[in-house]
């Protein structure tokens, strides 16, 4: 992180009275149950290390903002950072040398709103939260999605960053698609909120896999796959090899595990276990964050590496996930 990001970072962290010192955010299998059930306040989850991103969310909260408002605005902020190259502006581009970008948000309600290979539009969050709020439909796929986009205001862009040309061309040298586990130990943004009332949203953002081919669409704007939201049980996001989470229907299943009365670190341990108790990963790489009712969160992954980012607004931080491979 750079020394300007550092000093943003403990700013807001310094403006939001953030400090190390109260509960964790963190539920294991050894939590003290008499120590549940007890809401103590907000919390923002992220996948991978988002302290800034998570600071702004409790920011929007504390300025009085929606809990959907507070998701919205954290992802954009990481959707426009050109040195996160999974992500929005600078994502990395699909085997044709195209940014194709996916995303999704789910409101206290069960709305939900989606946006799939959406190409020059830097903000697919918020046109996902269009789609939610302003048509009839949950989905808005490529050219209708862009045009939709224009249409209520946003501008065209190219995606595409100076490093993220080197890469491709890089890649262009071997043209190999694999996955790679971690790569570059962050991927998807997928973001969990609950409020001081036990209001949940969520959304999460992707340029999904690096050169995958022309017209694919991972997990991450598929409700219940990249992401899911009952506001009566909890949440749940996925981060990963989208195809995985796809066939297991991911983040609804978590959710579904937490309403049969697992705790959010025993949900996702039993969604990755279903995955890997059915395909190869050895080489594939996804992970979960999930947060119930009471703001208690758990992550769990394939392999190790995962990382994630819990928020509230007494501490703000980064985690390692448990996982299946040690
Ligand atoms: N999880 C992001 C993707 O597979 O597209």
């Given at each position: ?15 939001l ?27 923002i ?21 929606s ?51 959406v ?18 439909h ?7 999605a ?14 595409l960053?100076?490093?993220s040309?080197n ?36 959304g ?30 909890g ?27 697992l ?13 890997v ?50």
């Amino acid at each position: 992180m750079s020394n300007r990001r550092q000093f943003v970072l403990k700013s807001l962290i310094g403006a939001l009275g953030l400090s190390s010192s109260a509960f964790s955010c963190e539920s294991t299998p050894e939590a003290d149950s008499d120590n549940k059930r007890e809401f103590k306040g907000p919390v923002i989850l992220t996948t991978w290390n988002h302290q800034e991103t998570n600071a702004i969310a409790l920011n929007v909260l504390k300025e009085n903002g929606s809990v959907l408002d507070a998701v919205e605005s954290a992802i954009r902020k990481v959707e426009a950072d050109p040195n996160d190259s999974s992500v929005g502006y600078g994502g990395r581009p699909d085997r044709e040398g195209v940014v194709s970008l996916d995303a999704c948000i789910m409101n206290k309600a069960g709305e939900a709103g989606s946006v799939c290979f959406v190409r020059d539009i830097m903000h697919p969050i918020t046109v996902a939260r269009m789609v939610m709020e302003k048509t009839p439909h949950v989905i808005l796929a490529g050219q209708g999605a862009k045009q939709f986009a224009l249409e209520n205001g946003m501008k065209a862009r190219n995606l595409l960053t100076d490093a993220s040309i080197n890469s491709y061309k890089e890649w262009l040298k071997k043209s190999e698609y694999k996955t790679i586990i971690n790569i570059e130990n962050h991927d998807t943004i997928g973001l969990l909120a609950i409020d001081e009332s036990q209001d949940m949203a969520g959304g999460c953002s992707t340029s999904g896999m690096a050169y995958k081919y022309h017209g694919r669409v991972g997990d991450s704007p598929i409700i219940g796959a990249g992401l899911y939201v009952d506001n009566e049980i909890g949440s749940a996001t996925a981060t990963g090899v989208g195809e995985m989470v796809l066939r297991t229907l991911g983040s609804f299943l978590v959710v579904e595990l937490m309403r049969g009365g697992l705790d959010p670190y025993q949900a996702c341990k039993e969604a990755v276990h279903r995955i890997v108790n059915k395909y190869d990963c050895k080489d594939t790489q996804v992970g979960y964050v999930a947060l119930n009712k009471y703001g208690e969160a758990g992550a769990y992954s394939i392999h190790p590496g995962f990382i994630y980012t819990c928020s509230t607004p007494h501490k703000n931080e980064v985690l390692k996930s448990e996982s299946y491979f040690k």
